[in-house]
């Protein structure tokens, strides 16, 4: 009777632990990846110039505008000018963006590593616009989606993640913008003040692999 009582209640938990969710980040692919106040690792990726790139590099960097893109999705062609402006409102204050593909140019040959110095040409990208060419590094993050954003904040223990998602409200229209996430998250961390918004969706294209 009590070996009967035993399996009966080891049953209840088991058939109780299937209805079990468990509640993860929006950004987070079945639970990987970074989510707030997670610390980030350094990367080491190649630059558009052939050179590497590292957080480590930014020495006086007081964080970083980490933004997984690409040439060919509309919705982070729609972003260009955005982050253009963004790495030029924030770099001299200690926020550097640093732009990563992630795609596989073997599934989309449009984002290449030279079809990437020639967008960058073109449009005059004043950031590191660095290729996941091992693709390690946007699984890591839990990026999704290109444009996909992940603000870090240098601290003693590393880079903290203090905002994930989106850069606004409208990834297609700029002039239809009514809520600057990203830049509403950096400017509290720059008056040191708390982060009202610190996840919001991404919108964009899936990242191919």
Known sequence: MKTLKILTAVAFVVILSAFVVKTV???KVGGNGYGIGDMA???HLKNINSEFVSFSDYTNAKGFIVIFTCNTCPFSVANEDRIIALDTKYKNVGYPVIAINPNNPEVK??????KMKQRAKEKGFTFPYLIDEDQKVFPAYGATK???VYLLQKTAKGNEVKYIGAIDD???NANAVKVKYLENAVDALLSGKTIEVTETKAIGCSIKA
Do not use: L
């Open 41 to 43: 690792e350094d990367i």
């Open 170 to 172: 409208n990834s297609r």
């Open 25 to 27: 980040s929006p950004n």
């Open 109 to 114: 040959p449009g984002d290449s590593f030279e």
């Open 146 to 148: 290109t444009p996909h």
